[in-house]
C-alpha cells in the first residue's frame, strides 16, 4: 500500500467506502456483519487505514457496525475513522453538536479521525454557514473531538469554488472519474483545491461500478491493456494524481478487495503513459457519443411542478446507451412508474425545469423520448 503524507501523518491512498456492504436479503439496512467484517479486515491486513462512513449509509446502521467491528477488534488506533455530519439535518445550531456527538457514540469512539460536512449543495451550504458551521468547526477541533475537517460536494463548479474558499478546509472529497472531469467539480476542482493546498479524497472512481463493465467500444479499446482489468484502468486515474489523498472504493468482495489494494500499491502520482492519456480521451469520445441527453443530475430542474423524477429519468435513459444497460434501465423505469412515479403524461409544461437548467437542455422534449424509449 502506498501512502499519502498529510502533515507526517501515513494515509492509505485507497479509502474504504462503507456505503455498499453485503447485505441480507436485499435489505439496504440489513449488513451481513459477518461477510462484511471479513472485507473490513482484510483490507486493513494489506494497508489500508482509511475508513469512510456516514450517517445515512445502510439505513443508519453503517456507522454503528464500523464502531463495533473496530471496537471489538481492538483496531480503532490502527485506522484514520471518517463520516460526515448530515448538513440536510441541520435545523438550527444546536443541531451540530447534537449530531456529532451521537455519531461519535455510534462509533463507539472519543474523536473523529476525518469529519465531513457531507453532500454539500450551495443552498445548504449557505443554509448552515449562516447558522454558525464555522464556529462549530474550530469548537470541535479545539475540543479534540475532530481531527480534521472537510465536505464533500455535489453541485456546480461555481459552488465549488465559493465552499472552497470559505475556510481554512484540511481536505476536501469530490466526484471524479477518468469519464467525469467536466462533472460538478470535476478536475477543474481538483486543480483548484490543489493550488490552495488542500488535499482531495475522491469518490465514485469507478461511476458506481459501472466503468467496471463499459460499453462494448470501450472494452474493445481495453484490450491494449493485457494485464489491467476496465476496474484497474479506471482507478489508475486518480491514483495517479498526486494531491488526491485517498481514493475511496465500495468494495463487496474480496477480490474487489485484492484487486483495488493492489492497484494502490503500484500506482505512482504523475505517471500515466501517453497510452493511458489515449485510452481515457477515446473512451470518453465514446460515451458522449452514446448519451442521449447532458443531464448532469445537478437537480436544479427539482422540485419538478408536476413532481417527475427528472435526473432519475434521464439517468435510465443514458445508461440504457452508455453501459449497454437497455433492459436493466426498463425494467427500473417499470418498477418506477409501478410505485406511482410521474411520467411524461403528468407534465404541464411549465418549462420551471428548463429555466432553470445550467446545461439549457430541451427537458420537455427529452422526457417525452426517454418515456417513449423506457416504456417499450
Not at 177 to 204: C, F, H, R, S, W
Not at 217 to 227: I, N, P, T, Y
Not at 269 to 288: G, M, Q, S, V, W
Not at 345 to 370: F, H, V
Request: contains cysteine.
Amino acid at each position: 500500500m502506498k501512502y499519502f503524507n498529510l502533515n507526517g501523518e501515513k494515509i492509505s491512498r485507497l479509502g474504504y467506502g462503507t456505503m455498499r456492504f453485503p447485505v441480507i436479503d436485499g435489505d439496504n439496512s440489513k449488513i451481513d456483519e459477518e461477510k462484511a467484517g471479513k472485507l473490513l479486515m482484510d483490507a486493513v491486513n494489506k494497508g489500508v487505514n482509511y475508513i469512510d462512513t456516514a450517517y445515512n449509509y445502510h439505513g443508519r446502521t453503517s456507522e454503528k457496525f464500523v464502531g463495533k467491528f473496530f471496537y471489538e477488534n481492538n483496531l480503532r488506533d490502527k485506522v484514520n475513522l471518517t463520516t460526515k455530519l448530515p448538513a440536510w439535518l441541520v435545523e438550527e445550531t444546536a443541531d451540530f453538536e447534537r449530531l456529532m456527538n451521537e455519531q461519535l457514540k455510534n462509533l463507539r469512539t472519543d474523536h473523529i479521525d476525518f469529519y465531513l460536512l457531507h453532500s454539500l449543495d450551495i443552498k445548504t451550504f449557505r443554509k448552515i454557514r449562516d447558522l454558525g458551521v464555522f464556529d462549530f468547526i474550530k469548537r470541535a477541533k479545539a475540543g479534540g473531538k475532530v481531527r480534521h475537517m472537510g465536505f464533500s460536494f455535489h453541485d456546480e463548479f461555481t459552488a465549488f469554488e465559493e465552499i472552497l474558499k470559505s475556510f481554512d478546509w484540511d481536505f476536501c472529497q469530490i466526484q471524479l472519474n477518468y469519464l467525469d472531469i467536466n462533472y460538478q467539480a470535476g478536475l477543474k476542482g481538483y486543480e483548484m483545491a490543489t493550488k490552495l493546498g488542500i488535499p482531495v479524497v475522491i469518490m465514485e472512481p469507478l461511476k458506481g461500478g459501472k466503468l467496471s463493465n463499459p460499453p462494448t467500444e470501450v472494452k474493445e479499446l481495453l484490450r491494449d491493456f493485457k494485464h489491467m482489468s476496465a476496474s484497474e484502468v479506471a482507478i489508475k486515474y486518480p491514483l495517479s494524481l498526486p494531491n488526491v489523498m485517498t481514493v475511496l472504493s465500495g468494495m463487496n468482495t474480496h477480490e474487489q478487495v485484492e484487486e483495488n489494494t493492489k492497484m494502490a500499491g503500484s500506482v505512482e502520482p504523475e505517471t500515466l503513459t501517453e497510452k493511458d492519456k489515449t485510452f481515457y480521451k477515446n473512451a470518453r469520445k465514446i460515451f458522449k457519443s452514446k448519451e442521449r441527453i447532458g443531464c448532469t443530475g445537478c437537480e436544479y430542474c427539482l422540485p419538478c411542478t408536476a413532481e417527475i423524477n427528472i435526473p432519475k429519468i434521464f439517468e435510465l435513459w443514458n445508461n440504457a446507451y452508455l453501459f449497454d444497460e437497455a433492459p436493466k434501465s426498463k425494467k427500473i423505469y417499470y418498477k418506477y412508474v409501478e410505485d406511482g412515479g410521474k411520467t411524461t403524461a403528468d407534465c404541464i409544461e411549465c418549462t420551471n425545469c428548463e429555466s432553470m437548467c445550467p446545461q439549457n437542455l430541451e427537458i420537455i422534449d427529452g422526457l417525452r423520448k426517454a418515456n417513449e424509449f423506457l416504456k417499450k
